[in-house]
């Protein structure tokens, strides 16, 4: 039985005949209009997104509503979506960009403010609950122009609602930890102490990490900078991640690599992920979908023996703010389709439906529906108050930083022993270069 129609029985008829879903004693179907219509969906051919290829299957059922799903390798997606959208018509309908997009799409006009379409009561369903989405997901995915034009705020307006998104958590090997005589690090003294200790006792590398040049290798420091109580910049866009925060950061990477896995300077997102699924090494620290792996035959050797505690807390608590949210491209031809799919496959059922297929929540409500099934999610539900908006700044200017400045400067500092405060220092100078290139100190130049 369709959603909507179910909702006329019981208490939920009178919320539905105020919006306009109903009419009369009847039940109208809200999909009814669009029956027949064709949207194109353009998002990556990453995991969590091959598992809702049969969410939109049904929604298809369902609706009536014709799905095209152009899944693209990850890299492509970009410039890809911005040649599309960037069109009088483009191809597309919806959607899915990774976090540092969101910003570039908006500026840029790309983008449908999704007020307009919760403004219209024939399109919403009165049980969608936004509140229930997890609100450092929305916030990192789907709203721009908030304060540093990223993060909450009065001035922000909503573009996407997250699928996809994740924080950071600690997964560990209980059987290597005991062997070890350890408990799971609660902070970062406790890491610290813990890394040559288990390589020691156990003979397996401490604690697996991203380390790659460029990108990855600052993705893995960026994952201790901020419960360290580090930023990248100031409200006034100064560098500041060569104070001392952002050195410990770096020191921490460098103890890392030392008492890791062998090649961490050469780790990817997978190679780090496989360092730990196929047993060498004791702990990780990074995207929750260590979980959903771990337990996977055809990608780990560990399950089993996995337990799961939240990300370790320095002068703070901040984990991770990253993944993916869907939007509606400003050119759509289709967008109330557009958006009839993105609230279904974001709705209550539509995210418990992701997560039996395998996908990762968005929704307090399903993580505490699951919370018996899968170990993982107390800790997550636990962990997200604590994950940070200002993780890594969401700028059109981020990639350079990240792959050109930090990510050159970071890989000086896992793979020699030089004082790292220099190495920041001049990380710092080139990042500021940067800023002022763009425009960014006018402002204060013009006030003084």
């Known amino acids: 039985m369709n959603r909507w129609i179910a909702m006329a029985a019981g208490s939920?008829?009178?919320?539905?005949?105020?919006?306009?879903?109903?009419?009369?004693?009847?039940?109208?179907?809200?999909?009814?209009?669009?029956?027949?219509?064709?949207?194109?969906?353009?998002?990556?051919?990453?995991?969590?997104?091959?598992?809702?290829?049969?969410?939109?299957?049904?929604?298809?059922?369902?609706?009536?509503?014709?799905?095209?799903?152009?899944?693209?390798?990850?890299?492509?997606?970009?410039?890809?979506?911005?040649?599309?959208?960037?069109?009088?018509?483009?191809?597309?309908?919806?959607?899915?960009?990774?976090?540092?997009?969101?910003?570039?799409?908006?500026s840029k006009g790309l983008l449908t403010p999704l007020s307009q379409m919760f403004t219209n009561g024939a399109l919403v369903d009165p049980a969608y609950d936004i509140d229930d989405i997890a609100d450092a997901y929305l916030q990192n995915g789907g709203i721009v122009g908030g304060k540093k034009g990223y993060m909450p705020g009065k001035s922000g307006g909503l573009y996407g609602i997250p699928f996809g998104a994740e924080t950071s958590i600690m997964a560990y090997r209980k059987d290597l930890l005991e062997q070890a005589g350890i408990e799971p690090p609660k902070t970062y003294d406790e890491l610290l102490a813990a890394l040559p200790v288990i390589k020691e006792k156990t003979g397996v590398g401490a604690l697996t990490s991203r380390g790659k040049t460029g990108h990855q290798v600052t993705a893995g420091w960026l994952l201790h900078l901020a419960p360290l109580g580090g930023k990248i910049f100031d409200d006034q866009w100064n560098p500041v991640f060569n104070d001392a925060a952002g050195v410990e950061a770096a020191r921490v990477m460098r103890e890392i690599t030392?008492?890791?896995?062998?090649?961490?300077?050469?780790?990817?997102?997978?190679?780090?992920?496989?360092?730990?699924?196929?047993?060498?090494?004791?702990?990780?620290?990074?995207?929750?979908?260590?979980?959903?792996?771990?337990?996977?035959?055809?990608?780990?050797?560990?399950?089993?023996?996995?337990?799961?505690?939240?990300?370790?807390?320095?002068?703070?608590?901040?984990?991770?703010?990253?993944?993916?949210?869907?939007?509606?491209?400003?050119?759509?031809?289709?967008?109330?389709?557009?958006?009839?799919?993105?609230?279904?496959?974001?709705?209550?059922?539509?995210?418990?439906?992701?997560?039996?297929?395998?996908?990762?929540?968005?929704?307090?409500?399903?993580?505490?529906?699951?919370?018996?099934?899968?170990?993982?999610?107390?800790?997550?539900?636990?962990?997200?108050?604590?994950?940070?908006?200002?993780?890594?700044?969401?700028?059109?200017?981020?990639?350079?930083?990240?792959?050109?400045?930090?990510?050159?400067?970071?890989?000086?500092?896992?793979?020699s022993d030089k004082p790292i405060q220099p190495i920041m220092d001049a990380a710092a100078e080139k990042a500021r270069a940067i800023m002022e290139r763009e425009g960014y100190y006018a402002w204060t130049s013009y006030r003084q």
Not at 18 to 32: D, I, M, R
Not at 92 to 104: C, I, L, N, R, T
Not at 291 to 305: F, N, T
Not at 336 to 347: G, K, N, P, V
């Open 258 to 415: 030392r008492t890791g896995p062998t090649g961490i300077a050469s780790y990817g997102f997978s190679e780090a992920s496989a360092a730990f699924l196929q047993g060498d090494a004791a702990m990780y620290i990074d995207t929750l979908k260590i979980a959903a792996m771990s337990r996977d035959p055809k990608l780990s050797k560990i399950d089993g023996k996995v337990g799961f505690a939240l990300h370790p807390v320095g002068s703070r608590c901040g984990s991770e703010t990253g993944g993916f949210a869907v939007g509606i491209p400003a050119n759509s031809q289709n967008k109330e389709a557009a958006f009839l799919f993105i609230q279904y496959i974001t709705s209550k059922a539509g995210d418990k439906r992701m997560v039996e297929l395998g996908g990762d929540p968005i929704r307090l409500s399903t993580i505490a529906h699951f919370a018996d099934q899968f170990p993982e999610y107390p800790v997550v539900a636990e962990q997200l108050p604590c994950a940070d908006p200002d993780w890594r700044p969401l700028i059109p200017e981020w990639n350079e930083l990240n792959i050109d400045v930090l990510g050159q400067a970071l890989t000086e500092v896992i793979t």
């Open 12 to 106: 939920l008829a009178a919320v539905a005949l105020g919006t306009g879903l109903f009419s009369g004693a009847a039940a109208a179907n809200p999909y009814e209009k669009y029956e027949g219509t064709t949207i194109v969906v353009s998002w990556p051919a990453l995991s969590h997104f091959q598992k809702a290829e049969e969410l939109v299957e049904e929604f298809t059922e369902e609706t009536g509503i014709e799905v095209e799903v152009d899944a693209l390798q990850y890299l492509k997606l970009r410039d890809r979506q911005i040649l599309e959208m960037a069109k009088g018509e483009g191809e597309y309908d919806v959607v899915s960009w990774v976090v540092m997009w969101k910003g570039e799409y908006v």
